[in-house]
């Protein structure tokens, strides 16, 4: 037997993922864009309706408040969708509701100046104000960081091989909202997760008139097929004697959205009062909006390569940064109960269906507007059951995570140096955030304890986010240890012409800001 050629045993690393139908600037047709936008809308609706759901009740609000917040939520999230796409990065990315807020949100609902309001609605309107004044004090630090190019000259200690545990941590990290939610209720969630691979998958060959529609809507199809058999279920009395857990989580009828949406409401600043500031609640935040930049930044960069455009340059990514601080001041003035980053699934979903269309991208914010302010329309979609987003968030989380991997490719993996830090960062950053989680549900609160509660709410917030362990490890180990002689190792000689807009050519055609906007804001 010949002894086969290097070539034929390994693949050439690819500065552009190969295989989508459609990467950044290019653009199915109208109707194919607006049904894709379509869904890429249902699937933001599921981190816009858990988070609400989850802290609304806490704070003493009714499902009325609720539904409020969720289309106020989805309202900003289409609005900071559009101003990201036209004017920061201008990648593909869906700007959504982030779970990195929630340590110092649920801080600021404990505030012992909070709990004893005997109102529960009074209660529900001054921890609102207060989240929203300290969401706009921290939103400074990311306008800061990005506008004035410090986080892009931070960006130049990365490398690839820093980069692939803080992207890989960005899909991986988020293990607790894919199959522990989907076990809440496996008779929907187990024959989701099962569909949606099928038809996205193993199905993905069959056309109609030239279009992959099962591969291209495996989400709508499999989505709508289930839901319609979720309230099969629930009409049928299927649920009638069960806990109210597996009510809740199965039924499609208890999420109380139809019922209590108006039928047109239009989002305001400041419809919940003016907001009230707090020194340590607007600190505590601080440590969110940092967590927000780091897994935006890994986000980003997925997103660059399931849209099969360069990796962003430091200044677009800087600039990308400086829109999203813009967009956490606008949670804060609409009062969304939550800060924005980079929606996680609606990257994996540009890979799922091999369409990295940014016109995509921006018909989903259309929608989102949209529908925020039809209330009983939105409240209908937004009333799928969880265990039917978690089902897919398990393959869509995964495809971010090994688009995190392949960044590998660029580096040498016989390098015991490469390895080490691979492996130690990948490690803690699963570890160290467990570590936090699992002291936190048995002590109700986190290990950080003192009696300075915006210091502990900075650091448990920090070491609660898997991409953020991993970038402080990775990143240092990587610009510490043999860094002098190992660049070609790391992937630097690769990585160096996507350091400036300049730097590669294609840079132009992926990043130019729109309406000669330029001449006036020149890249670097």
Not at 218 to 245: E, N
Request: glycine fraction near 8%; aromatic fraction near 12%.
């Amino acid at each position: 037997m010949a002894t086969p050629k290097p070539e034929e045993i390994s693949h050439p690393p690819m500065d552009q993922l190969q295989g989508l139908e459609y990467c950044i600037d290019s653009n199915p047709s109208w109707v194919e864009s607006i049904v894709l936008g379509f869904q890429h809308y249902i699937l933001a609706l599921g981190t816009a309706v858990m988070i609400p759901s989850f802290l609304v009740p806490l704070m003493g609000g009714t499902d009325d408040d609720k539904v409020r917040v969720v289309q106020t939520l989805l309202f900003v999230e289409g609005v900071n969708t559009l101003l990201q796409t036209l004017f920061g990065t201008r990648l593909p990315t869906v700007i959504g509701g982030s779970y990195a807020f929630m340590v110092p949100i649920i801080s600021i609902i404990h505030d012992s100046s909070l709990t004893t309001i005997e109102d529960p609605h009074l209660r529900f309107l001054n921890t609102m104000k207060a989240v929203q004044g300290a969401m706009i004090v921290a939103s400074s630090i990311q306008i800061i960081l990005g506008f004035s190019q410090l986080w892009g000259i931070c960006s130049r200690f990365f490398s690839p091989l820093g980069m692939v545990p803080v992207i890989a941590l960005a899909g991986f990290g988020l293990f607790d909202r894919g199959f522990p939610v989907v076990g809440h209720c496996v008779e929907i969630g187990i024959p989701m997760l099962i569909l949606f691979v099928a038809f996205s998958q193993y199905l993905k060959n069959f056309h109609t008139r030239e279009l992959p529609i099962l591969e291209r809507f495996a989400l709508l199809i499999s989505t709508t097929v289930i839901w319609a058999y979720a309230h099969l279920l629930t009409a049928s009395g299927a649920y009638k004697h069960r806990p109210d857990l597996t009510q809740h989580n199965c039924r499609t009828d208890r999420a109380n959205l139809i019922s209590s949406a108006p039928w047109i409401k239009i989002p305001y600043p400041l419809e919940w009062g003016a907001p009230t500031f707090d020194a340590g609640h607007a600190f505590g935040m601080m440590a969110a909006v940092l967590v927000s930049l780091i897994e935006s930044t890994g986000a980003y960069k997925a997103a660059s390569r399931l849209a099969s455009a360069t990796p962003p340059p430091a200044h677009v990514l800087s600039r990308g940064i400086g829109w999203q601080g813009i967009g956490i001041l606008l949670n804060g003035l609409f009062g969304t109960l939550t800060g924005s980053s980079v929606s996680v699934e609606n990257v994996g979903l540009l890979g799922s269906t091999r369409v990295g269309s940014r016109r995509v991208i921006q018909i989903s914010a259309g929608f989102m507007i949209f529908f925020s302010m039809l209330g009983k329309f939105g409240a209908l979609f937004a009333s799928i059951p969880f265990p039917i987003f978690a089902a897919v968030y398990c393959v869509l989380f995964g495809l971010v995570a090994s688009v995190g991997l392949s960044f590998l490719q660029f580096t040498n993996m016989n390098s015991m140096r490469n390895l080490f830090i691979t492996g130690v960062a990948l490690f803690l950053g699963f570890s160290v955030p467990e570590y936090f989680r699992e002291y936190s549900s048995k002590a109700l609160h986190g290990p950080t304890h003192t009696r300075a509660g915006w210091f502990d709410d900075f650091l448990n917030t920090i070491f609660f986010s898997s991409p953020t362990v991993a970038l402080i490890v990775a990143v240092f180990l990587d610009n510490t240890l043999d860094y002098k002689d190992s660049a070609k190792d790391r992937g630097m000689p690769w990585w160096a012409k996507f350091r400036t807009f300049n730097g590669d050519g294609r840079n132009e055609e992926f990043y130019t800001l729109p309406f000669n906007l330029n001449r006036f804001f020149p890249p670097r």
